[in-house]
């Protein structure tokens, strides 16, 4: 990971995908995944946004994923502190600053919104409305952070199919 002038963070996938990077959310990334969330290859394939997907759902959700960036980059902060500081700390495991995939112009450095990815925590109501279900969702919601015992769900919406069959959605 490194981080650019404006200490923000980026994940640089390695050669020969290395003009594909992942950063925090932006607002201006808006328009691009109105259309990421319009393309039906990416809105039958999730539980969740609403569709249609537009303006008022972006300006309702980008400030909870904005806060939720921001947090995580607080939490990776101090994890990497404590360890530069010679301690263990705890993991950082409790989600992620970015989520944005961006395409690097090589020529200009210009940044094009592409996709977006996630890490959370599973939620197995989707599995089922059931006692089950609802028992293992308490329980991993109830683990602390760090813990290896979490389940984690990977989410990636991208219609660009290079990006992904070879470098994130699996």
Not at 23 to 44: A, C
């Amino acid at each position: 990971m490194e981080f650019d002038s404006t200490d923000t963070p980026i994940l640089r996938l390695p050669a020969p995908l290395q003009n594909i990077i992942i950063t925090p959310t932006r607002y201006s990334d808006g328009e691009g995944v109105i259309e990421l969330l319009s393309d039906p290859r990416v809105y039958m394939n999730l539980a969740g946004p609403p569709y249609p997907y537009g303006q008022k759902e972006w300006d309702e959700w980008f400030p909870i994923l904005d806060k939720l960036n921001k947090d995580a980059l607080t939490e990776l902060h101090n994890v990497l502190k404590t360890r530069k500081d010679g301690g263990e700390g705890r993991n950082w495991t409790n989600g992620a600053p970015m989520t944005s995939i961006r395409e690097i112009d090589p020529k200009t450095g210009e940044q094009k919104f592409i996709g977006m990815i996630n890490a959370t925590r599973t939620h197995f109501v989707f599995l089922g409305a059931d006692e089950v279900s609802q028992r293992r969702q308490d329980e991993n919601d109830a683990l602390e952070v760090g813990d290896p015992r979490i389940d984690w769900d990977l989410g990636c919406e991208s219609p660009f199919h290079r990006l992904q069959s070879e470098v994130i959605c699996f």
